[in-house]
């Protein structure tokens, strides 16, 4: 089974400023697949981020961007120029690959993060 | 295109009585998936479709809850009877087949009292 661990409960950063989420995941498969999703207070999980195990480039979109450094098993996310509406839970989810299939996303507890002005 | 419709959005009931939640995942995924959130914590599968099959359903408690998803599009849930410990956030999901990205409705918030 795989394990999805978000070590940070709560954090928070202002406005403009950059934070990092951490990440770490355990696994003994070598194809899988990883990602980012934001929780607002309404509830809508929405995919900020997701990275093919098998690519060594860290995916970024626009201010979001990931540390994955796969031989420690670790899956970060930046989050660049912090705005308010960034506030919100963001969990770290791991699923395996298969190739005509879907597999369930085993997710961490999560990070709550606060954007104060 | 739209996305996840899950009704209704909140529910609250009575220990012992029965309650359905109903998804309608965006057209086109053939993956659907099921998800049960309790306050605080991650996601956790219940039951993910390819189509109308149930290709896993291991974590479903297969003594209170049921669910269905006729002619591989819409799916229900179902919860009979409902336990206090079932107060919890209901998410679906849908991907098309193969595709990694599952993309989530809304919720169904279920108070159980």
């Known amino acids: 089974a795989q394990t999805v661990t978000q070590s940070q409960p709560e954090m928070s950063v202002q406005e403009a400023e950059t934070v990092t989420l951490s990440c770490t995941y355990d696994?003994?498969?070598?194809?899988?697949?990883l990602f980012w999703y934001k929780q607002p207070p309404s509830r809508q999980m929405i995919l900020v981020i997701r990275q093919e195990a098998y690519k060594q480039q860290n995916a970024t979109e626009n201010r979001f961007s990931v540390n994955f450094q796969k031989a420690a098993k670790s899956f970060s996310l930046k989050i660049s120029d912090s705005q308010l509406g960034d506030t919100a839970m963001y969990f770290c989810?791991?699923?395996?690959?298969?190739?005509?299939?879907?597999?369930?996303?085993?997710f961490g507890k999560g990070t709550s993060l606060l954007v104060t002005p | 295109e739209a996305g996840v419709v899950q009704s209704p959005r909140y529910k609250i009931i009575e220990k012992k009585q029965p309650v359905a939640f109903w998804c309608n995942p965006i057209?086109?995924?053939?993956?659907l998936y099921w998800y049960l959130q309790n306050l605080g914590q991650g996601p956790e599968l219940l039951i993910r479709y390819e189509n109308e099959e149930a290709v896993d359903d291991s974590q479903l408690p297969k003594d209170r809850f049921s669910a269905e998803r006729l002619k591989g599009v819409d799916s229900t849930l179902k919860i009979q009877p409902a336990e206090l410990g079932d107060s919890a956030v209901y998410l679906c999901?849908?991907?098309?087949?193969?595709?990694?990205?599952?993309?989530f409705g809304p919720g169904t918030r279920l108070l159980v009292l």
């Open positions: 989810a791991f699923m395996k690959h298969k190739q005509n299939s879907g597999y369930a996303l085993n």
């Open positions: 057209s086109g995924h053939n993956t």
């Open positions: 999901a849908s991907s098309r087949q193969g595709r990694e990205t599952q993309y």
């Open positions: 696994t003994s498969e070598n194809n899988y697949y």
